[in-house]
């Protein structure tokens, strides 16, 4: 097969900017395979952020237009380009401590910056999984029930706090689900940030937080079934873990996890490539260890991460926490990763006040990760590229070999922020044992004993190992306590955000505690060692053979550079990201076997690099030093080959046809609300027909139903016919089909006027529409859908219902044996909840009189309708699909008789994403939850998630489907699109046709 080239037009000068000027010599290869695991699902929600509920100067960190509680278009946007499936609110200790529901969704007196109803907007408009959390410190489980009640229990009489929702302008539950119990709980409320006015400081002991956490999540269930509580853990083995797990390890639905990496600001070859395993190596453990405690079947949100905050600007930064990522995806037990923070307030990924916002290199690799990660992640095996120590680093500098740090200091003791000790008692023994007397039962979540060591080397030649043997004896034995170790950086924590620590110890017996600290690269020399008691209790704390050596660092061995694999459910598509660990350009090869559907080769592929100047570059100064660009990459023989630049990471996607989804502007009219479209063709034209307005809302007076024809497969649109237009009247197209002599038939609704009603229109040219029929309204919210040609009858399908009156619900068949010119109605359920009701449905003739259809379910969160008829329609059996990823979808349904394939197309509103579905039809009319996963052909582009989708579908005289849709990037604005593409008929071993 001749090499296809793909995205090759990256200019030689840009090229040139992402490789360095490195000798002549060979360029090391690596060589990425398909492993042969099963893979596992991957789950949006760990690609997250965290926002604020407080912020600066009015503005929320930039979230917040000035004097408003309006949310900043520009960043909205960002967050849909990023591709975030999580935002968490309302942000660590100071939004979550002190937080009042009632009062922070604007029900109750002054509310902060950006309160919970503009932070779930922001969560629609970005199409992101809220994550919610609550005080442990203040509120009572009533008041939590009454905050879930209001966030997701329907606007009736009922539920007083769903009708205060509404009255805050959101009729519709918001269907938020998770929720944290606190944040960050096991070290209280010690900040002097938390003594003000009426929330004094308090601890919360373990064993309070527990039967607290109970309590809370009896009465949020009770408020709603679905809510997902989650547990805050401390880490390092502490006492909070131990009994919050011990005692929460078979209730809590997911425990919460904070971690940031130690990401230096220089790094050598070398110790730039152990960042990552020893970051992964962390992660790792870490997780097992709360799986050994709470059970296989512990889940996991890991609600802050990035790096510290004096390291997370650089690209470094941005690729380690590219890094996590992976990690998060690839295990089963992260159910939400959120990074600590969107914008500003130091951490943000983006960076800016008012108007001169920055993408910072983690923006970038957030946004590289969500785009070339797909619904599987496969594994993956690489080979060759490998990196070894020959820098000479991890020498240990003259004179340090062997050397304690520590001998000679002298300990300072102290409480924080008071001039003398009143609290604590310092005894060095004589067999040099440091004992610390703790003499009351005074809650402490701080530093009581100190050493500074000046003087030492620093950089990266090493690393420091603190070692000891530590252990308590508690006064009480009722009332343990704990206590670790800390190596900081010696101008401290505040002024580095630059430390490392050992895991907390608690009991009678000696413990061996050792952990390693790696400087930052412009220390002068300096480390502070410290010693913490958190929690209460009186008694004391014991360190023995207390030794501070420089150690060599980790030599990094194994390949440069790291691979994720991921495919489509249906394996039609795969998309990879790769990252370059090495200080050295790296020749990757991959081969697709085994990738994509039926093991066939890629054909095709496009990809884009991450890459800057150098490793801890960042868009400080310049915005753009670090960026997306085009990757060039070639496909040959099923293998994709691209030269990935040093300290870089890439995303490459791959498909095994050359035939791609193709996306056009059917109609778009600025200040025009375009929208509901229909597909159907007239020979070999296509005719789209639509609806033309000022905003959302069918029956305004004056919107219009349009055609538009194109004669070149949908390329090139003609100037619009009017099919009803009146000052007078709202008309929208609702259905489309054929006659028996193959024409184009249009269901219309039509407000106003002296006789509204449904009207029927037919077409030979999709250029003159003549009125064949009439039908008045029978019954509010009536509405016709696509019109079915069974063996010579035309049939529609009907449903009626005003979305809130229970009893009005109705769906039924329209049926016509004269082309159309006249209609009988007949119902065939009534009565029925608001949850069981199908609506805007679409069906298919299968032959032999079967029909499957698929129906709309207007319950939040539930899953698609199948309607299915072996009688051709004279009786119907309703039953639940496996399809949940809808948010209020209108889907459609093409069926081909050649393969029995059947396609779904439906959009996700509030993702932005257009997706398709293959299966046998005969699998899926006898087993409606066997649908397979889905295909994204196309993504919006809308601010509101009830600003798009609608498709309709139609297959065109070559073969390709055609998919009629809109979206609406900003209001009034909103466009038609078509997309066309070839279906997907390789799913299906072989014919299975009912005939």
Not at 58 to 82: C, K, N, T
Not at 815 to 834: F, H, I, N, Q, Y
Not at 955 to 973: I, K
């Amino acid at each position: 097969m001749e090499a296809r080239e793909v995205n090759c037009s990256i200019p030689t000068v840009a090229m040139a900017a992402l490789l360095p000027l490195v000798p002549e010599k060979a360029i090391a290869e690596t060589r990425i395979t398909v492993g042969r695991g099963e893979g596992v699902p991957f789950r949006r929600e760990v690609v997250g952020a965290n926002h604020l509920a407080y912020g600066k100067n009015g503005l929320g960190y930039g979230m917040i237009l000035p004097a408003s509680h309006d949310l900043d278009p520009q960043l909205v946007a960002w967050q849909r380009e990023i591709g975030f499936g999580s935002l968490r609110y309302p942000g660590g200790c100071g939004g979550t401590h002190r937080f009042e529901w009632k009062r922070n969704a604007g029900l109750e007196g002054a509310y902060s910056v950006m309160g919970v109803v503009e932070f779930l907007a922001m969560c629609e408009e970005s199409g992101a999984t809220p994550i919610l959390g609550i005080s442990a410190h203040r509120g009572t489980p009533q008041e939590a029930a009454e905050y879930v009640e209001f966030l997701n229990a329907p606007a009736d009489a009922a539920h007083p706090w769903a009708q205060r929702r509404e009255e805050r302008g959101h009729p519709a539950p918001y269907d938020a689900v998770w929720f944290e119990y606190g944040n960050e709980t096991y070290h209280g409320m010690t900040c002097s940030t938390y003594k003000k006015g009426n929330y004094p400081v308090r601890e919360i002991t373990p064993e309070e937080y527990c039967d607290s956490y109970v309590a809370f999540r009896e009465a949020m269930r009770s408020a709603d079934p679905r809510v997902k509580l989650g547990a805050p853990l401390c880490g390092g083995g502490s006492l909070w873990d131990r009994n919050v797990l011990a005692r929460l390890g078979g209730i809590a639905d997911f425990f919460v996890v904070h971690s940031y990496a130690n990401v230096p600001e220089r790094a050598d070859g070398d110790a730039f490539r152990a960042l990552f395993d020893e970051r992964s190596e962390y992660l790792r453990r870490r997780f097992d260890e709360i799986g050994a405690a709470a059970g296989p079947r512990a889940r996991i949100a890991v609600t802050e991460f990035g790096a510290r905050q004096t390291q997370h600007t650089t690209l470094a930064a941005a690729l380690v926490n590219l890094s996590t990522l992976m990690d998060f995806a690839a295990d089963s037990r992260i159910v939400h990763a959120d990074y600590w923070q969107f914008v500003n307030e130091g951490f943000g990924m983006v960076r800016g006040e008012r108007g001169a916002f920055v993408k910072r290199p983690t923006a970038w690799a957030f946004q590289l990760f969500s785009r070339n990660t797909l619904d599987l992640i496969v594994e993956s095996v690489v080979a060759g590229g490998a990196v070894c120590a020959a820098s000479g680093c991890p020498v240990v500098p003259a004179g340090w070999a062997g050397r304690n740090a520590i001998e000679g200091v002298s300990f300072r003791y102290r409480e924080e922020g008071t001039a003398e000790n009143t609290g604590t008692r310092y005894t060095l023994l004589p067999d040099g044992t440091h004992r610390l007397d703790f003499l009351d039962n005074r809650h402490s979540n701080f530093y009581q004993l100190s050493a500074l060591l000046k003087g030492v080397p620093t950089g990266c030649q090493c690393r420091w190992r603190v070692s000891c043997d530590m252990w308590t004896l508690p006064r009480d034995p009722a009332q343990p306590i704990e206590a670790h170790l800390e190596l900081v950086d010696g101008r401290g924590w505040g002024a580095t955000k630059s430390a490392a620590s050992g895991d907390s110890v608690s009991g009678i017996d000696p413990i061996h505690v050792s952990f390693d600290y790696m400087p930052l690269d412009d220390n002068p020399g300096t480390l502070l060692l410290r010693f913490r008691r958190t929690g209460a209790g009186a008694g004391s704390v014991f360190v023995r053979d207390l030794r501070v050596e420089a150690v060599p660092k980790a030599v990094p061995s194994g390949p440069a550079v790291r691979a994720q694999l991921s495919a489509s459910a249906s394996r039609s598509l795969g998309a990879c990201v790769f990252i370059n660990r090495s200080f050295e350009p790296q020749a990757i090869r991959f081969d697709t076997a085994g990738l994509l559907a039926g093991g066939a080769p890629a054909t095709s592929a496009e990809g884009e690099v991450l890459s800057g100047p150098h490793a801890y570059a960042t868009n400080e100064e310049d915005p753009r030093a670090v960026e997306l660009r085009p990757l060039a990459v070639s496909v040959e023989g099923g293998v994709v080959s691209f030269l990935l630049p040093p300290h870089s990471a890439a995303g490459v996607r791959v498909s095994c046809s050359a035939d791609k989804a193709e996306t056009r502007v059917v109609a778009r009219e600025p200040g025009r609300y375009e929208c509901w479209p229909f597909v159907e063709t007239a020979g070999d034209r296509i005719v789209v027909a639509y609806s033309d307005g000022e905003r959302h809302n069918a029956g305004e007076r004056g919107r219009g139903v349009f055609a538009k024809t194109s004669d070149d497969g949908g390329r090139n649109w003609s100037e619009p016919v009017a099919v009803v237009q009146s000052p007078e009247l709202g008309a929208t197209a609702v259905g489309k089909g054929r006659d028996n002599d193959g024409r184009m038939l249009l269901w219309t609704r039509i407000y106003g006027g002296d006789e509204p009603g449904f009207y029927l229109f037919r077409t030979a040219d999709g250029k003159a529409f003549e009125r064949i029929s009439r039908l008045p309204f029978f019954g509010k919210g009536s509405q016709i859908m696509d019109v079915v040609n069974i063996d010579g009858r035309l049939v529609s399908l009907f449903f009626t219902g005003d979305y809130k009156t229970p009893g009005t619900f109705t769906w039924g068949v329209l049926e016509s044996k004269d082309d159309g010119a006249t209609w009988t109605r007949r119902t065939v359920e009534s009565g029925m909840p608001l949850a069981d009701w199908p609506t805007e449905p679409a069906f298919v003739h299968l032959g032999g009189g079967r029909i499957l259809g698929i129906a709309r379910t207007e319950e939040p969160g539930g899953r698609l309708f199948s309607l299915v008829s072996a009688d051709g329609g004279m009786t119907w059996r309703k039953l639940r699909t496996n399809i949940s990823d809808v948010a209020n979808s209108t889907p459609t349904l093409l069926f081909d008789r050649v393969t029995g394939t059947v396609s779904l197309y439906y959009y996700e509103r509030g993702k932005r994403l257009l997706k398709r579905r293959t299966a046998s039809a005969k699998a899926v009319f006898l087993n409606p939850e066997s649908w397979p996963g889905p295909e994204v052909i196309a993504r919006g582009d809308e601010n509101r998630p009830t600003d798009a989708g609608n498709p309709n579908a139609a297959t065109l005289p070559d073969g390709r489907h055609a998919v009629a849709w809109y979206s609406g990037a900003r209001r009034p604005d909103a466009t038609v699109y078509m997309t066309i593409l070839s279906p997907r008929l390789d799913t299906v071993p072989g014919k299975e046709c009912f005939e």
